[in-house]
């Protein structure tokens, strides 16, 4: 995952399937770096955390594409054979983990981590919080999650999100100058799922109104019903 180019403010990005980019910066560097070692982890699993928005599903993207991990599903794993359900997959995703500990999930989860690790694989876990901090009622997986690798990403800045914004708005071969890039930072919520909504509203409203993009439209956007401001 060695960057492949930069934006003027000096962010290398990693490129994804989804044909979108992960900005690298000061707060999650550390994630990437750790990515980075994949298959090299001290541990079976690697615990990504942080706050919903810092971009840790975008993230797990990434190394989906870059290792051919699986993205597993609760439902999946409900009376499933974890070495069936990996098949030839190296590696294996669970976003939101959390998610996988509701009902009898603890003892299906615990299965699946000692499939992974008996078999030389990798598990990347996403959460808002840190492992110790679930809802685990089962000793064992207490036990192993205990053992996992934990590292957190922080919320984006705003030298981050305007870079995101800016790299946004030029996929979509838009021009934007930094009066509504710095209109948009002071008005929008910091999270990379907010930018990415409000790019696409600017948008539609732009195509819509045959108008180029400026404060006043983006003024407008965001006085609008369900606009992405936060």
């Known amino acids: 995952m060695n960057p492949a180019s930069q934006l003027a403010l000096h962010f290398p ?3 994804s399937l989804s044909g979108e980019d992960f900005l690298v910066a000061t707060n999650n560097r550390e994630a990437v770096v750790w990515l980075d070692r994949w298959p090299d982890w001290p541990s079976p699993a690697l615990a990504i955390w942080g ?19 699986r993205r597993l599903e609760p439902a999946d794993l409900a009376d499933a054979d974890p070495r ?13 983990a959390p998610r996988f500990l509701d009902g009898s999930g603890d003892q299906s989860l615990l299965h699946l981590y000692n499939t992974v690790a008996e078999t030389s694989r990798r ?3 996403t959460a808002e919080h840190p492992p110790a901090h679930w809802a ?9 999650l205990n053992t ?15 870079a995101v914004l800016a790299k946004q708005f ?3 071969q838009l021009a934007v100058d930094d009066d509504a890039l710095d209109y948009m930072l002071a008005r929008m919520e910091r ?3 907010a930018a990415g909504r409000l790019v696409a509203a600017i948008d539609d409203a732009a195509l819509r109104a045959k108008r180029r993009i400026t404060v006043p439209l983006i003024r407008d956007v965001l006085a609008g019903d369900g606009g992405p401001s936060g």
């Open 13 to 15: 990005f990693r490129p």
């Open 51 to 69: 706050p919903k928005g810092c971009g840790k599903t975008h993230l797990a993207e990434v190394f989906i594409a870059r290792s051919g991990a």
């Open 84 to 96: 069936v359900l990996l098949r030839d997959a190296p590696a294996c995703v669970l976003d939101d």
């Open 123 to 125: 598990m990347l876990l």
């Open 136 to 144: 685990v009622r089962l000793a064992d997986l207490r036990s192993r």
């Open 148 to 162: 996992v690798d934990t590292v957190g990403i922080g919320a984006p800045d705003d030298p981050l999100i305007r």
């Open 170 to 172: 030029a996929d979509r």
């Open 191 to 193: 999270s990379f799922e």
